[in-house]
Nanobody, 123 residues
Framework: QVEVVESGGGLVHAGESLRLSCTAS????????MAWYRQAPGKGRELVAM????????YGDSVKGRFAISRANAQNTEVFLQMDDLTPEETAVYYC????????????????WGSGTRVTVSS
């Protein structure tokens, strides 16, 4: 099975922190670019953070300085998103996206989306 699974969402108060995790299935050998997106109610999906195979990170402007993406291994098969000082406006479903994923039972590269983890920030 080819999938990425998010975990760590939940309900927090404004100003608090959460740490999300994204784990790729064992059929995924490496991921060139692992990213977190979020989609708030009634809004489009936006990029939160990404990390590439060489460890380069990028962030959406609204989360710079408060969020940090990291990884458990150089293959980018497990990544984390530390979110500090959360605001109610950041209530959303957070999705993990594996871009250019290579695997043990397919040729070429795939893009894989997780089903999301919900983050609710109360005021």
């Amino acid at each position: 099975q080819v999938e990425v699974v998010e975990s760590g969402g939940g309900l927090v108060h404004a100003g608090e922190s959460l740490r999300l995790s994204c784990t790729a299935s064992k059929t995924i050998i490496s991921v060139h670019q692992m990213a977190w997106y979020r989609q708030a109610p009634g809004k489009g999906r936006e990029l939160v953070a990404m990390i590439t195979s060489d460890g380069t990170t990028n962030y959406g402007d609204s989360v710079k300085g408060r969020f940090a993406i990291s990884r458990a291994n150089a293959q980018n098969t497990e990544v984390f998103l530390q979110m500090d000082d959360l605001t109610p406006e950041e209530t959303a479903v957070y999705y993990c996206n594996a871009g250019r994923a290579t695997g043990s039972n397919w040729r070429g590269e795939l893009e894989v989306w997780g089903s999301g983890t919900r983050v609710t920030v109360s005021s």
